[in-house]
Nanobody
Framework: QVSVAESGGGSVQAGGSLRLSCAAS??????????MAWFRQAPGKEREFVAG????????LYIDSVKGRFTISRDWGTNTANLQMNSLKPEDTAVYYC???????????????????WGQGTQVTVSS
């Protein structure tokens, strides 16, 4: 059984920063080598891709609205994928989900159906 767990959500004022972490484990696998991504879902809106990182961390992908503010990275020592969020805006308020592709996938996808494993989500609230 595979489990994906996010941490680091919370409430901040506009302009502040938060760091989200994602750890995946289970079935004897090392998920740090899998494609990992962050999605978010705001109230009343569809879930959307935010950022993703390739297995070897050679490539990252972001939606336009977070470019220059968010950074996705891997921490090989702790086997986590992290999302550093700076200059937060009220429109960043959402539940943020970590998603992991299967072991055969190499590229980052913006399509949520392409991800095999999901965390429960962590709330990020940005006040103006």
């Amino acid at each position: 059984q595979v489990s994906v767990a996010e941490s680091g959500g919370g409430s901040v004022q506009a302009g502040g920063s938060l760091r989200l972490s994602c750890a995946a484990s289970g079935s004897g696998r090392t998920f740090s080598t899998y494609v990992m991504a962050w999605f978010r879902q705001a109230p009343g809106k569809e879930r959307e891709f935010v950022a993703g990182i390739r297995r070897d961390a050679s490539t990252t992908l972001y939606i336009d609205s977070v470019k220059g503010r968010f950074t996705i990275s891997r921490d090989w020592g702790t086997n986590t994928a992290n999302l550093q969020m700076n200059s937060l805006k009220p429109e960043d308020t959402a539940v943020y989900y970590c998603a992991v592709r299967d072991k055969f996938s190499v590229t980052v996808s913006k399509v949520d159906d392409d991800y095999a494993y999901w965390g429960q989500g962590t709330q990020v609230t940005v006040s103006s």
